[in-house]
């Protein structure tokens, strides 16, 4: 079974910086796509970033340019580095994995960490 373990969320001034991690209880990012979501109070929960086996990444465009992700492989652990924050960034943010190999759907999630941005 797969676990994810997020942290690193908390409050930060806006235009501040903040780096998550989610740590994964074995080594997946060569068969997983592991990504980032997060979700707003009240919204959907939307894609951030993700990062495939063969290295890929991909972001949703109101990151762009100011997140940024990551992975250790022999850590086990992956990465979002955050910075210029805006208030709109405030969320849960979740890590997922997601199994790489088509017509397989193993996809899990971490249980989240709040990032809030606000002065």
């Known amino acids: 079974q797969v676990q994810l373990v997020e942290s690193g969320g908390g409050l930060v001034q806006p235009g501040g910086s903040l780096r998550l991690s989610c740590a994964a209880s074995?080594?997946?990012?060569?068969?997983?796509?592991m990504g980032w979501y997060r979700q707003a109070l009240g919204k959907q929960r939307e894609f951030v970033a993700l990062?495939?086996?063969?290295?890929?990444?991909q972001y949703v465009d109101s990151v762009k340019g100011r997140f940024t992700i990551s992975r250790d492989n022999a850590k086990n652990t992956m990465y979002l580095q955050m910075n210029r924050l805006k208030p709109e960034d405030t969320a849960v943010y979740y890590c997922?994995?997601?199994?790489?190999?088509?017509?397989?759907?193993?996809?899990?999630w971490g249980q989240g960490t709040q990032v809030t941005v606000s002065s």
């Open positions: 997922n994995a997601k199994h790489s190999i088509p017509g397989r759907d193993d996809e899990y």
């Open positions: 074995g080594s997946l990012f060569s068969i997983y796509t």
């Open positions: 990062f495939t086996p063969g290295g890929r990444t």
